[in-house]
């Protein structure tokens, strides 16, 4: 079946660092979609790219889909203590359901 | 609007023994779905609905797992006789009908098998 690898699986940064995780697939995605799960909580839609190469902004989150719609990045520009959780990737690959396939997740932790 | 709800939030039982999870997802969505994830590892996919018809079952991992959705409305998921593997945090989400809807989940059941 379909797998999508997110790195790195932890990772702590300082209050105001950037902050970077991947998901890639080794089969062609129909669209991607980011999460966050803030810890004891449930995961949240942040948001959905479906054009190969479309790079989409939220404030100080910056999400982009590869050109051949096989790898995907959330960056967050000077971290904030709100910005600690999980964050998931979750992938649908062409030609299926609705069925989503999650990355193991990226922990975050922003030290003040 | 009213979110994705899900009852018990947390579930202590024996290897042998009978739960059932519920799921009430947000009115008018017709697609629920439920997802597991076992000790911090990733959101795996179980099962999907449209309505009251199982789209996707693919994620099931075996037969003791058994979920309905009678009516279209709230699925419950039954783990009998539950096993220490099955232990983990299940996820239930809902989405509008067409393609790429985001999902909305509910804060999960936590299952613990002792």
């Known amino acids: 079946g379909q797998q999508v690898m997110q790195i790195p699986q932890y990772q702590h940064v300082q209050e105001g660092e950037d902050f970077t995780t991947y998901c890639n697939s080794s089969t062609t995605l129909s669209n991607i979609q980011w999460y966050k799960q803030r810890p004891g909580g449930h995961p949240v839609f942040l948001i959905q790219?479906?054009?190969?190469?479309e790079v989409k902004k939220q404030k100080r989150l910056t999400f982009q889909f590869g050109e051949a719609k096989k790898n995907s990045s959330l960056h967050i520009t000077a971290t904030q203590t709100t910005d600690v959780g999980t964050y998931f990737c979750?992938?649908?690959?062409?030609?299926?359901?609705?069925?989503?396939?999650f990355g193991s997740g990226t922990q975050l932790t922003v030290l003040p | 609007e009213a979110g994705v709800t899900q009852f018990p939030s947390h579930s202590v039982i024996e290897k042998g023994q009978t739960v059932t999870l519920r799921c009430d997802p947000i009115s008018g969505h017709d697609n629920l779905y439920w997802y597991r994830r076992v000790m911090g590892k990733e959101i795996k996919f179980l099962l999907h609905?449209?309505?009251?018809?199982?789209?996707?079952e693919s994620g099931m991992p075996n037969n003791r797992f058994l979920a309905e959705r009678t009516g279209g409305t709230y699925s419950t998921l039954k783990v009998q006789p539950a096993e220490l593997e099955d232990s983990g945090v299940y996820f239930c989400?809902?989405?509008?009908?067409?393609?790429?809807?985001?999902?909305?989940f509910g804060d999960g059941t936590r299952l613990s098998i002792l």
């Open positions: 989400a809902s989405s509008h009908s067409g393609g790429g809807q985001p999902q909305h």
């Open positions: 790219l479906v054009k190969s190469g």
């Open positions: 979750a992938a649908r690959s062409s030609g299926s359901a609705r069925q989503l396939t």
């Open positions: 609905f449209v309505k009251e018809s199982k789209q996707d």
